[in-house]
Every structure is written in structure tokens, then in C-alpha cells.
């Protein structure tokens, strides 16, 4: 700890302070040598951190700013990565705003996996603006694109769709949900070495017309990343229904998306994949939410349940699941929301808005990461594909955006 190494620290410096006084003679020059001893010592200690580790002492530094190599003996580093800054104002934003900013993977160290990665929200007074933030990851075709935050309502060709240089959904944040860390040996490979060389913000905004006159933020995200090679490759894919139509006055109203194993086989690289961790995702009306895998037409295991659900907060986390759910190729996944809408009045449809509603999930998988040949990442873009199963509003699969 921090402590314990002021602690070796000043007990180093008396001794050299005992010895440079036998050596002078004197006891005050010897102190005013040690002093400059330890001042020499801070400053070299300070470069050395901006030099090969790319930050500023207890900060991260952003993902552009990170070194390609590392020190001897460090494998683990933290980077940022952040939309802006940017400034709202009450009187002239429209309620739903979308942002993008792309950030520079290049410059992250050779071998480099994402291992955790928590949400750094910011906050006017007890309003949370943000509702979202998606995480996708990109190859260089996404060219100069959103280099500064900009709208992305128009959304394609940069998020997932055939022939979309960013190809999958990496991760996200929902409103009031934790930061995750992944299982020891596990990572999601990016930069060097790996198709994805860009990272892509895309940040949801929910702007009230009342409570606050200016807002600036810079949410985002803290990385941590290994350059320790991964015994597991982590890969996701997500299930987004557009169909969703609740009517209103029910107590219970169940809403069912099924990803067909014909859509599956194109979005996952292997025979067999194990699900390891979830995030189920709603608004407010939502009660209970579960995904099972269907085989031969029954439920062969449920990969994650929430029940109850509380809308936002603590249920919109990642979370790791109890052990590893397995999916053969034949199999479909199902999505299931309980929904609450006896205080509605009238239909509560699929948007992005307060007072419409989702039904969501995003699966992390893991595969071998001697499978390189079947990586997660290079299938998808071999296969022309995307990492979601999307049901259109006729309830049927999309192939695109």
C-alpha cells in the first residue's frame, strides 16, 4: 500500500542520512544532501510514470495519449475513455440526443485486452442526463469520423450493420448500472494485433425540460487492460426488439423475443460458445426479465434471470453468471419481459424516450484464445455480419441496422 511504501521510504532516507553523516562529518549537511537525494528521487519517479507509462500520477491517462510498450514487469494499465467535453443548455436542446466520438486503439500497448471497465457518469444534482452509453469497437475504415463529439441519430453505416466498420457491441452502460470486471484469464482483444483499432461513444441523452440550465459532461468510460495473453477471448452479441407494443391497464403483460439459430449460426464463430455474463435491460414498467436457451423446443437452461426487476439502478449491471451457460449450434435464444402497465393509459411502445420502454440483452461469451482462426471478431467481419439480433417491428429478424 501506499503506506507501507512512505513508511520504507523514510526509513530508507535516515539511513542514508546516518551514513552521508559519517561521511561529512556533519549532521545538517547531511540532511540538506538527503533532502535533495529525495527530492531527485520524486521528480525521476514522476518522469519516469509520464514517459513509459503515458499518465499523470493518480490519473488515467485518455486512450489517445497511452503508450504502445510498457516497462519491464507491467502488464496492467488504466486509460479513459470519454465523450468531450460538451455543453447543454434547458431552453434549447431537444428531450433525446445522440453524441459519438471515436477514440484512437493504435497507441494501446502490443497484446492488450480489456479486462474491467467501469462507467464514469456525470451528474446535475440528483438529474442523470445520460441514459445510455454503447461501446463499440471498429476497424480503420471508420476513417476520421466523429473525431469530436457530434449526433449520430442518423446511426448507419457506424453502428452495427452489414458492412459497418464497427462490427460489434463491446459493452455498455445503462442508467444506475456498475462497472464489471471480467474473470481472471479472460479479456476482449483490442488494438494491435486485432481488427479493432477504433473505439466508438455513443452517448444517449435524456434532457428534461425543467431542473437544470447548463450541463457539461465528459462521461465515459475507465479502462483496464492486460497485455497477459488470455487463456478466454470474450465476445458479445445483443438481442433488441422493435416490435415492443404493451398495452395498457394489464398487471402482467409478457413480451417474447426469440434469436433464431439460423441468425445465431451467422453471429457466432464456433460450434459451441459459453455465455458468462449478462446484462438484461428495460425502463421503468418492467418486472421480471430472463433469457433461456431453447433447444428442440424446450428450455434446455436459462442463462440469466432478474426477478424482481427494478428498472434503473443496480439491476441495469453486468454481471457475471454462476457458471457458464453452453449454446450448441441448433439452438435459439429467447428474451422474456414481464411488464406492468396498469398505470398507462394507452399502448407503451419500442424507443429511446422516458416514456417508452425496451426489452434488451447483451450476452458475453467466451471462446478459447488458441481458436484464433474462429476469433469472435475476425468471423464477423468475414461473415459481412454484426454482433445483434435484431426483431424488426413486423416481429421478424433484420439482417441490418
Given at each position: 500500500s501506499s503506506l507501507r511504501i512512505s513508511k520504507l521510504a523514510v526509513i530508507r532516507a535516515g539511513r542514508v542520512m546516518v551514513q552521508l553523516t559519517s561521511v561529512f562529518g556533519d549532521r545538517k549537511t547531511a540532511v540538506w544532501v538527503t533532502g535533495w537525494l529525495c527530492a531527485a528521487a520524486v521528480v525521476l519517479a514522476t518522469c519516469f510514470r509520464l514517459l513509459f507509462l503515458g499518465q499523470q500520477p493518480n490519473s488515467a491517462p485518455h486512450l489517445g495519449e497511452a503508450r504502445r510498450w510498457l516497462p519491464p514487469g507491467v502488464s496492467r494499465y488504466n486509460v479513459t475513455a470519454r465523450l468531450g467535453p460538451v455543453s447543454f443548455r434547458a431552453a434549447d436542446q431537444k428531450s433525446v440526443v445522440f453524441l459519438c466520438q471515436q477514440h484512437d486503439l493504435r497507441q494501446l500497448a502490443k497484446g492488450s485486452s480489456i479486462v474491467a471497465f467501469e462507467p464514469s457518469v456525470t451528474k446535475v444534482g440528483n438529474l442523470q442526463l445520460v441514459h445510455h452509453i454503447d461501446v463499440f469497437l471498429c476497424t480503420n475504415a471508420l476513417g476520421s469520423a466523429y473525431q469530436s463529439p457530434a449526433p449520430c441519430d442518423d446511426v448507419h453505416p457506424y453502428i452495427p450493420s452489414t458492412g459497418s466498420p464497427c462490427a460489434t457491441l463491446a459493452f455498455a452502460y445503462d442508467r444506475g448500472g456498475r462497472g464489471l470486471t471480467l474473470s481472471k484469464d479472460s479479456g476482449i482483444r483490442v488494438g494491435p494485433g486485432t481488427p479493432w483499432d477504433r473505439l466508438l461513444l455513443q452517448v444517449h441523452y435524456n434532457i428534461p425540460s425543467v431542473g437544470f440550465e447548463h450541463f457539461e459532461d465528459n462521461s465515459g468510460f475507465e479502462l483496464t487492460l492486460s497485455t497477459?495473453?488470455?487463456?478466454?477471448?470474450?465476445?458479445?452479441l445483443a438481442l433488441l426488439d422493435f416490435s415492443l407494443a404493451l398495452p395498457p391497464h394489464r398487471r402482467r403483460w409478457r413480451h417474447n423475443t426469440t434469436c433464431p439459430s439460423a441468425r445465431l449460426r451467422q453471429m457466432l464463430p464456433l460450434g459451441q460458445v459459453e455465455f458468462v455474463v449478462a446484462h438484461l435491460h428495460a425502463h421503468t414498467l418492467a418486472v421480471r426479465l430472463w433469457v433461456d436457451v431453447m433447444r428442440d423446443g424446450k428450455v434446455a437452461q436459462t442463462v440469466a434471470r432478474i426477478d424482481p426487476f427494478h428498472g434503473y439502478g443496480l439491476d441495469q449491471s453486468f454481471f457475471q453468471l454462476a457458471a457458464p451457460v453452453v449454446l450448441v449450434a441448433g439452438d435459439e435464444l429467447q428474451l422474456h419481459c414481464d411488464f406492468d402497465t396498469l398505470s398507462k393509459s394507452q399502448h407503451t411502445r419500442y424507443g429511446v424516450g422516458e416514456e417508452d420502454e425496451m426489452c434488451a440483452a447483451v450476452l458475453m461469451f467466451r471462446q478459447p484464445a488458441r481458436s484464433t482462426e474462429m476469433a469472435s471478431?475476425?468471423?464477423?467481419?468475414?461473415?459481412?455480419?454484426?454482433?445483434?439480433?435484431?426483431?424488426?417491428?413486423?416481429?421478424?429478424?433484420?439482417?441490418d441496422w
Open positions: 497477459m495473453p488470455p487463456q478466454w477471448v470474450i465476445g458479445s471478431d475476425r468471423w464477423l467481419l468475414q461473415q459481412h455480419t454484426t454482433s445483434l439480433c435484431l426483431i424488426g417491428t413486423d416481429g421478424k429478424p433484420m439482417q
